[in-house]
């Protein structure tokens, strides 16, 4: 698999904790979306580990096509 899989076309919406350490899917294929289970293990695709700075409600890829991983940037308009 070289190309992601669309998860959804749309973006999540996720409630993140200060300093807590996240890891988005960017395969496609885990089934706790919009993060990482480990599914990708033996592709191309690795998690993209981020630490929000504050509390807040954040929009992540769905679709996995995003330029700026792992947030929502409309890139699932295009598809």
Same mark, same amino acid.
């Given at each position: 698999?070289?190309e &992601? $899989?669309? $998860?959804? =076309?749309?973006? %999540?919406?996720?409630?993140? @904790? $200060?300093? @807590?350490? %996240?890891?988005?899917? *960017?395969?496609?294929?885990?089934? /706790?979306?919009? #993060?990482c289970?480990? /599914?990708?293990?033996? +592709?191309? #695709?690795? &998690?993209v580990l #981020?630490?929000p700075?504050? +509390?807040?409600i954040? #929009?992540?890829?769905?679709c =996995?096509? /995003? =330029?700026? &991983?792992?947030?929502?940037?409309? *890139?699932? =308009? @295009?598809?």
């Amino acid at each position: 698999m070289t190309e &992601p $899989a669309i $998860a959804r =076309k749309g973006p %999540y919406e996720v409630e993140v @904790e $200060a300093g @807590e350490t %996240y890891y988005w899917c *960017s395969c496609g294929e885990s089934t /706790t979306q919009p #993060f990482c289970d480990g /599914t990708h293990s033996g +592709s191309v #695709f690795q &998690p993209v580990l #981020f630490t929000p700075e504050t +509390s807040e409600i954040i #929009f992540l890829c769905g679709c =996995k096509h /995003t =330029k700026i &991983p792992p947030f929502c940037d409309g *890139s699932d =308009k @295009e598809l």
